[in-house]
Each structure stands twice: as C-alpha cells, then as structure tokens.
C-alpha cells in the first residue's frame, strides 16, 4: 500500500467544483496548479478504491494539453498507472475506460463552454463521478491528504479502435442519404472526417478542423444559431437531414431536409421506437424537461417511460440500475446500452440515426411532421441567487399543494393541467431556476405561462423582461 502524504493542502476556487463536473474559467478561477491538485485528489480517490490505472484524454481547447500534462503528474504522483488517450471527443475517454478496464478515467474539457473556459469530467469505475464524490475532492485537496507512490505513464491511443466500434455493427438499408456533418471546431472533429469516409451516402462537411478558438460558432448544437450554418447547407445541398455536435462530442444536434430543427426528446422517439421493435415492453428514461409527446409514444410503441431526474450522472445512473437500453435528455445526452455501452455518444447516436433513415421509408422531414403537434417553450432560464433556488422550488410546491395541483416532484415541480404542463426546477450547475411549459394549442400555453409567472412573482421574481409576461 502507497503510503499517505499529509502536507500543504491546495483550495480550488469555490465555483469550479460542479454537479455533475469540475468547470471553471482558465486563469481565473483554473490554473495548471488545479489540474494538478486534481490529479492528486481524483488518484487518492481511486488508490483506496483499490484502483492502479487511469485513462486520460482531452480536447481541443487552447489551454487543454497544459491542464493534461499537470493532471498526469499528479494522478502518477499518487503511484497510479496513466494511460494517455490523446486528443479527442469524451465518448472516445470513455470507450477506452471501458474496453481497457482502466479503474478512473478523466477528460479535460470545457464541453460547450467559451473558449476560455475549462474543466475535467470523471468516471471512477465505469460509473460516473459525481455530486458528493466530486465535493469530496475539494476535502481531500484541501487536507493534503493524498496517497504517494511511483506512477508511470503510457501513451495508449485508441482513435482507431474507437473508429472501429462506432461501425462495428452497423446495418444499413438501401436507402442512399446525403448528409451535411458540422462538429463546430469541436473534439469530435477528427473522428468526423474518418467515420464519414466509412459511411455510406454523400457526405458534406463543416468545420472539422478541431480549433479551440471556434471560429465558426459557438459549439453548442442545443441553441438554434449554432445550427445556422449546418441549416444553410442542408438547404444548398439538398441534404436529407444535418447532424451537429457540442465541444466535445458527447452531444448530439439534427436538422431535417427542410433544415428544421429536431430536439433532444423528438430524436429520442425516433430511437426509442426502433429499440422498441427488437425490445418490447423495454423501460426507456428521459428527464422531467422532455415532451409528454415523448412519454406518451414510447408508451404507445409499447416500451415503458420513466421519467427522471435532470442531469446526464443521473441518468446514466438511473439508467444502470434498472438496466435500460435507452435513456435520454432534452439537452440531447442520448444514452445507448443497446448493442453499445451506456455512455453519452454523439458520433455513435449519429451512426444510428443514419441507419435508422437509410432502412426507412419515412424521411427524418417525415417523421417530424407525423409527431403529435404540440406549442411549447423553450428551456427558459431565470436567474436566482444560489441561496434562494430551493427555497422557491419549495414555496411553489407548497403553494400548488395547498390548491391540490397535480404534480411530478422528482426533480423540481412538474404540474398537470387539462392545458398541458410546465415544469420548474433549480438547475445544479447555475444560478438559475429553469423553466418550460407544453400545451395542444397557444391559448393554453398562454395560460400555462401565466400561471407559471404567478407562482415565480408570489416567491419575489420578476418575470416582466421575460418570455412569461
């Protein structure tokens, strides 16, 4: 057993230590000292888990291969094995965790994120890290408590590899497809260009060179500009449908051939329905944000909806335990333990939306219209101090509870009416309260948003500058 180290401690800067991951704004609040005190909190972690050997990937960020380099020397200082991946989309980190059953792993990345931000995701195990585990490496850190050996490190690319298994079983129709790809200067770019090149149709690409400055855009396929350009190329190519992906690959965007948006739950259907075929009565899990839309068809195509909590940890935690073969969210985390491993993989969901279409008679412009028409708003974010979100979560809650409203409450307030529903819930990694409402037709969704604002006045906010008045 390595022995202990108990010396001077390091203290990150409060805001980095997140939910769900470890983010924060490079010479600001993250430094290559973080990186490395990180390295040395995470390898204490898995040293007494009994774990030897980590696998370390990062993006494409400008200040990514410091933050690397910083975090291998800490988790070798710790006596760890490091197997370095290289540069690369997350999904790629983790089919390495996985298939070279490495005890950790960590990505240095800012996902979506501006450039100038930063961060690291974790798995110890094949599970996420996260939460408490993740506060617990500010304790570690800041005791200087960490376990001491003699690491080594081994340059362990597996770019190929993983280009291997995202077509390994791939099986596609005769329908022939023209698809325009934009990975935003993201991670996922150099995967992009070789996958492409395996696949069969036409295939135009955008922004492949992997650039942490974003020159095009910003790598965030969640919000509508971003997929601007994707659009326009849809439009001058005649496409069939356009697939974007976030920073670092783990997020997935659609347009269809009318170069129209598809969302996180509406791809999740088109999923959900052809797992359903070869897996009936199966139980698929998205979060409290998505469309009753989608609750509803999974039912409907015999499969068994869950809805759960928001937040891509929790998921696939949910996911895990109740051995789902599909999961996802709004913010178009898809999760396939179908004939796959159960992680978040953007370029591994685009291979099966194209071979979904490419076995269809029904374009992806098709199945959009044939989905039950519904209004609805966006993810509406209204800002709110750290100490208040709870508070006001709760005050609605009690509130709706006293006039005997129905609610979900896993995950904040979800309430039913004979309109629709609308949600409101703290989001874990913001200041924020985050809100949406989904109704048949405008007047009731007129109505939803109304009474929405009443509640969020009756606890203090203003809602008159926003999409609620």
Same mark, same amino acid.
């Given at each position: 057993?390595?022995?202990?180290?108990?010396?001077?401690?390091?203290?990150?800067?409060?805001?980095?230590?997140?939910?769900?991951?470890?983010?924060?704004?490079?010479?600001?609040?993250?430094?290559?000292?973080?990186?490395?005190?990180?390295?040395?909190?995470?390898?204490?972690?898995?040293?007494?888990?009994?774990?030897?050997?980590?696998?370390?990937?990062? *993006?494409?960020?400008?200040?990514?291969?410091?933050?690397?380099?910083?975090?291998?020397?800490?988790?070798?200082?710790?006596?760890?094995?490091?197997?370095?991946?290289?540069?690369?989309?997350?999904?790629?980190?983790?089919?390495?965790?996985?298939?070279?059953?490495?005890?950790?792993?960590?990505?240095?990345?800012?996902?979506?994120?501006?450039?100038?931000?930063?961060?690291?995701?974790?798995?110890?195990?094949?599970?996420?890290?996260?939460?408490?585990?993740?506060?617990?490496?500010?304790?570690?850190?800041?005791?200087?408590?960490?376990?001491?050996?003699?690491?080594?490190?081994?340059?362990?690319?597996?770019? *190929? *590899?993983?280009?291997?298994?995202?077509?390994?079983?791939?099986?596609?129709?005769?329908?022939?497809?023209?698809?325009?790809?934009?990975?935003?200067?993201?991670?996922?770019?150099?995967?992009?260009?070789?996958?492409?090149?395996?696949?069969?149709?036409?295939?135009?690409?955008?922004?492949?060179?992997?650039?942490?400055?974003?020159?095009?855009?910003?790598?965030?396929?969640?919000?509508?500009?971003?997929?601007?350009?994707?659009?326009?190329?849809?439009?001058?190519?005649?496409? *069939?449908?356009?697939?974007?992906?976030?920073?670092?690959?783990?997020?997935?965007?659609?347009?269809?051939?009318?170069?129209?948006?598809?969302?996180?739950?509406?791809?999740?259907?088109?999923?959900?329905?052809?797992?359903?075929?070869?897996?009936?009565?199966?139980?698929?899990?998205?979060?409290?944000?998505?469309?009753?839309?989608?609750?509803?068809?999974?039912?409907?195509?015999?499969?068994?909806?869950?809805?759960?909590?928001?937040?891509?940890?929790?998921?696939?935690?949910?996911?895990?335990?109740?051995?789902?073969?599909?999961?996802?969210?709004?913010?178009?985390?898809?999760?396939?333990?179908?004939?796959?491993?159960?992680?978040?993989?953007?370029?591994?969901?685009?291979?099966?939306?194209?071979?979904?279409?490419?076995?269809?008679?029904?374009?992806?412009?098709?199945?959009?219209?044939?989905?039950?028409?519904?209004?609805?708003?966006?993810?509406?974010?209204?800002?709110?101090?750290?100490?208040?979100?709870?508070?006001?979560?709760?005050?609605?809650?009690?509130?709706?509870?006293?006039?005997?409203?129905?609610?979900?409450?896993?995950?904040?307030?979800?309430?039913?009416?004979?309109?629709?529903?609308?949600?409101?819930?703290?989001?874990?990694?913001?200041?924020?309260?985050?809100?949406?409402?989904?109704?048949?037709?405008?007047?009731?969704?007129?109505?939803?948003?109304?009474?929405?604002?009443?509640?969020?006045?009756?606890?203090?906010?203003?809602?008159?500058?926003?999409?609620?008045?």
């Amino acid at each position: 057993m390595a022995a202990e180290a108990r010396g001077p401690g390091h203290r990150f800067d409060p805001t980095l230590l997140r939910e769900y991951d470890i983010r924060g704004v490079v010479g600001k609040t993250l430094a290559r000292e973080d990186a490395g005190a990180l390295g040395r909190a995470f390898g204490t972690v898995v040293r007494r888990h009994g774990g030897t050997r980590v696998c370390v990937g990062y *993006d494409g960020r400008l200040s990514s291969p410091e933050l690397e380099a910083a975090l291998v020397e800490g988790l070798m200082a710790c006596g760890l094995s490091v197997l370095r991946i290289g540069l690369g989309p997350t999904p790629m980190l983790y089919y390495a965790a996985v298939t070279l059953e490495a005890d950790g792993a960590v990505m240095v990345t800012g996902s979506h994120n501006p450039p100038e931000h930063n961060g690291f995701k974790l798995m110890l195990g094949k599970a996420s890290f996260f939460g408490e585990q993740i506060q617990r490496l500010g304790q570690v850190a800041a005791a200087g408590d960490f376990e001491t050996g003699a690491g080594a490190v081994e340059e362990r690319p597996v770019f *190929d *590899d993983y280009l291997a298994r995202l077509v390994a079983d791939f099986a596609p129709g005769a329908r022939h497809l023209s698809v325009a790809w934009d990975a935003g200067n993201g991670a996922a770019g150099e995967v992009m260009s070789a996958l492409t090149a395996r696949l069969p149709g036409d295939h135009v690409l955008l922004n492949a060179d992997i650039d942490g400055t974003f020159p095009a855009h910003h790598p965030d396929p969640t919000v509508p500009e971003n997929l601007a350009q994707l659009q326009a190329c849809v439009r001058e190519n005649g496409c *069939d449908l356009g697939i974007a992906f976030d920073g670092d690959g783990d997020r997935i965007g659609a347009v269809d051939g009318q170069a129209r948006v598809l969302w996180g739950d509406q791809l999740m259907l088109l999923f959900a329905r052809d797992i359903l075929k070869a897996r009936p009565g199966a139980t698929i899990i998205a979060d409290v944000k998505a469309s009753q839309v989608l609750f509803d068809e999974i039912a409907r195509a015999g499969g068994r909806p869950l809805m759960w909590k928001t937040g891509h940890s929790l998921i696939k935690a949910k996911m895990a335990e109740l051995g789902a073969p599909f999961a996802g969210e709004m913010s178009a985390h898809l999760f396939f333990a179908d004939r796959y491993y159960g992680y978040d993989d953007a370029l591994y969901a685009a291979v099966r939306l194209i071979e979904i279409l490419s076995r269809s008679k029904e374009s992806l412009a098709e199945f959009r219209d044939g989905l039950p028409q519904v209004v609805n708003t966006p993810e509406i974010r209204f800002p709110c101090a750290e100490d208040r979100k709870t508070a006001v979560i709760e005050e609605v809650r009690a509130r709706l509870a006293e006039t005997g409203a129905e609610m979900i409450e896993i995950d904040g307030v979800r309430v039913q009416s004979e309109d629709g529903w609308w949600l409101l819930r703290a989001s874990n990694t913001q200041d924020v309260l985050v809100a949406r409402c989904e109704a048949a037709d405008q007047a009731g969704l007129d109505r939803l948003k109304a009474t929405l604002a009443a509640q969020l006045e009756a606890s203090g906010l203003a809602v008159a500058d926003l999409d609620l008045a």
